[in-house]
């Protein structure tokens, strides 16, 4: 059988339906293996489409997945900041032992440059991939 083409109006079921899947963080072989149920599809045409809906489309995934990635980008963000606020605050305004220097303030801050570094450059993913279609 040969493999259709996604662009196809009588497949825009596939496409809808892998994309939806592809947005609900679906395995790759659980879509196939519905495709191959609801299609007839071998299992090497089941993963062209997949392959081929998820390459054309990447921009509607990522714009479908975004609340829940924006979501977790605050959240690190947000971490990063009251981390870093802490670090710096507690080495600043009080007078550190050694045992907080290395125990509490210099974790601090390393976690906070991380975890801030971090969901900088998801953000930057995501809207890297949400403006690529």
């Not at 979501?71 to 963000?77: A, K, Q, R, S, V």
């Amino acid at each position: 059988m040969p493999v259709p083409t996604p662009i196809d109006p009588a497949n825009l079921d596939d496409v809808r339906f892998v994309v939806r899947e592809l947005s609900n963080y679906t395995r790759r072989e659980e879509i196939m293996q519905a495709l191959i149920l609801r299609r007839g599809y071998t299992w090497a045409e089941a993963g062209q489409v997949v392959d081929q809906i998820a390459r054309t489309n990447q921009g509607s995934v990522a714009r479908r997945q975004l609340p829940l990635l924006i979501t977790l980008t605050i959240i690190g963000f947000v971490t990063s900041c009251a981390l870093l606020s802490f670090g710096g605050y507690t080495l600043l305004y009080r007078i550190p032992t050694r045992f907080t220097l290395f125990r509490v303030i210099v974790p601090s801050l390393v976690v906070g440059f991380t975890m801030f570094g971090g969901s900088v450059m998801g953000i930057g993913q995501v809207l890297k991939a949400m403006f690529k279609d």
